[in-house]
């Protein structure tokens, strides 16, 4: 009898994903079947007889494998980026009634014109829009938490330069009690993010020789991500010109918010993102607020802190002042965004990365400042920069049903 050619069966193996991302990938295998029903041992050159019903049980279950594997190798995910960053003195050119804001007068110590006010929004637009696109090119974050904005007018402003109109930006402002007169925001692509609620809950001075001192509160909103509910806490503590006792008074003020909302929904999944004047190895994040650096030491109250290990271990940060880095700008997140001890569960949005975001014209390139972020203003000087600070993102990962 004549022989006929081989059948190839391919099938899928899966590959064990990398720790940092939830996306799984596959290759491709294959066994070969002889179609006249004999297995060939090519060793001993010796023929086995198997029956038809072995072989078609062989098929059955190389096919089971082979469903098995497609349909995990076919897992689809969609991915979120949320993000913050600290403006560094965002004013328009105008004084508001009440506030200390005459540095940024075209007659104040900064000269702050329209020149000037227009490149620091062009300026603000593109780094904003660049944000998240590592992962997501041409969509950016879905949030980004914002400090140092003075009102609802620069807002409108930053929306509408191109990089953040094209994708339909809008915000969350709510006029504060600072008395330079600088806030939080919280930015949105309400594409991918729904705002149900909104609150400036305010910062309570709890010593009594400090209750005429108001200062920025936390902006407080919470809606749908992903068809999840999820809040965002965007903060600006003290600045160190005071002491640690009142950004840590600031981390405790902002776990009792984190506990309300918890209490009011138990599964609502929680970010709290700022500049806080502090590192993220400092007593108001990791006592105050309860942040942990190790996910799978996240206990229920606790909060993780994934930036800890950035400063800690690779020396890196946000903000470089006399030689040194440190990392004041964090996003912090409640345990039920986690994945414990290695799981790769994304049937519900899940953290899976984080990086503070880098691009070469966020630097400053030469002069005394070189390394640094590229800032508006130094030693007195224009330098049509970004912020002092750099910006961080992390990313979410949910499967697509």
């Known amino acids: 009898m004549q022989n006929k050619p081989n059948l190839i069966l391919t099938f899928a193996t899966m590959h064990k994903p990398t720790d940092n991302s939830p996306y799984r990938s596959c290759t491709r295998g294959s066994l070969d079947i002889p179609s006249g029903g004999f297995l060939i041992d090519k060793g001993n050159k010796r023929k086995t007889k198997i029956t038809i019903m072995k072989r078609l049980n062989i098929i059955m279950i190389l096919l089971m494998w082979l469903a098995t594997f497609t349909a995990s190798a076919q897992k689809k995910y969609s991915c979120y980026g949320i993000g913050f960053y600290n403006q560094e003195n965002l004013f328009d050119t105008c004084h508001d009634e009440g506030k200390r804001d005459y540095d940024f007068l075209p ?24 944000m998240g696109t590592d992962k997501l090119p041409g969509v950016g974050c879905a949030v980004i938490g914002l400090s140092e904005v003075e009102n609802n007018k620069v807002l409108d402003d930053l929306t509408a330069q191109e990089p953040l109109k094209a994708r339909g930006y809008k915000y969350v402002h709510i006029e504060g009690p600072d ?48 068809g999840e509910h999820v809040a965002f806490i965007v903060c600006h503590w003290p600045s160190r010109a005071a002491t640690s006792f009142y950004r840590e008074s600031g981390g405790r003020q902002v776990k009792v918010v984190k506990d309300s909302l918890l209490r009011n929904d138990p599964k609502v999944k929680i970010f709290v993102m700022g500049d806080m ?91 005394k400042y070189k390394g640094a972020p590229k800032r508006t203003h130094a030693g007195g000087v224009w330098l049509d920069g970004y912020s002092d600070h750099l910006p961080v993102v992390v990313y979410l990962a949910k499967e697509q049903k």
């Open 107 to 130: 007659t104040g110590s900064y000269r702050w014109n329209g020149l000037k006010y227009t490149h620091k929004l062009r300026n603000m637009a593109r780094a904003l829009a660049d």
């Open 179 to 226: 008395r330079r007169g600088i806030d939080c925001a919280l930015l949105y692509n309400p594409a991918l993010f729904k705002v149900y609620n909104t609150k400036l809950v305010p910062y309570v001075q709890e010593l009594k020789k400090d209750s005429a001192f108001l200062t920025r509160g936390f902006l407080t909103v919470s809606g749908e991500l992903a």
């Open 277 to 367: 004047n502090d590192d993220p190895t400092n007593k108001s994040m990791t006592e105050a607020l309860g942040c942990k650096a190790d996910i799978d030491n996240v206990d229920e109250g606790d909060m993780y802190n994934p930036w800890y290990n950035i400063l800690a271990k690779e020396g890196k940060g946000t903000l470089f002042y006399g030689g040194s880095w440190n990392l004041f700008d964090q996003i912090v997140m409640t345990p039920n965004l986690l994945n414990k001890k290695g799981k790769k569960d994304f049937s519900t949005l899940k953290y899976f990365n984080h990086h503070i975001f880098m691009r070469d014209y966020l630097i400053q390139s030469e002069g």
